[in-house]
């Protein structure tokens, strides 16, 4: 049998925290069988970087403004973000609007302001998607529903969607209005902790068919690279979350699901090829 191969559909690869290491951390992971790896952009100012970096590496790569980030952005990016997108809508490599949505966790982003402006970003960057035919990459934390209705908004008449609302951590009934939507949903690191007892149950008893994987790296680290403060600060390090870890999350997830990694891979990069239909146009790992 040959062996398992994995997507990792969401991962930052350019971060400050790999440094001058990202191609060796990126080769890594291709050891490990993870052919594939979606970068997705945070803001303006690293649309280049993950564009360059998608390409050196054969990975894809994504353009948007995400949630975070939308405090800091100036009123021309959105102008700017349509203007990159038509730039490389012929680049097969960019797959994707993201990282796009709404987060009502972090207290300064919901003063009233700094909602509307999230909403406006969102709402502006899923017409884009649509502008410009391409899927989109879905933030959504402590904000399921309203980015649900953004979705139904901006998409009425339009035909369902394409895409992946990554890191889900909703209901079962809202995992159920993302799927009839026509997305996936992404599911990564913060599985592998026994106290995630909701998210375990998730990706256990939702449709195979509509799951995804990916690790977020270098965030929402596996429970084997965590450090509790108590430990950081007794000198132990927090070790990086890494595309490389994504087979090893992989088996975790296929583990609850009692099923075999491989089966599992094979079923998730399926998803992760529908979720994203430009990828079916690339060379991943010589599977097409």
Known sequence: MTSAKWIDTHCHLDAQEFGTLAHEFRAQAAINNVVHCVLP??????????????????????????????????????????????????????????????DFFVPALCEPLMRERQQHFYQTQLQLAHKHGLAVILHSRRSVDQVLKGLRDVGRNVGPWHGIAHAFNGSFEQAQAFIGLGLKLGFGGALTYDRALHLRRLAADLPLSAIVMETDAPDMPPHWLYKTAQQRAAGESQGINTPGELPRVGAELAALRGISAADLAAATLRNALDALPRLQHLPIGGLL
């Open 41 to 102: 952009a945070v803001e303006v100012s690293n649309f280049e970087a993950v564009r360059k970096l998608a390409h050196a590496t054969g990975d894809s790569y994504c353009l948007g403004i995400h949630p975070l980030y939308v405090s800091r952005a100036k009123d021309d990016d959105l102008e700017r973000l349509d203007a990159a997108l038509a730039q490389h809508h012929d680049d097969p490599r960019l797959v994707a609007v993201g990282e796009i949505g709404l």
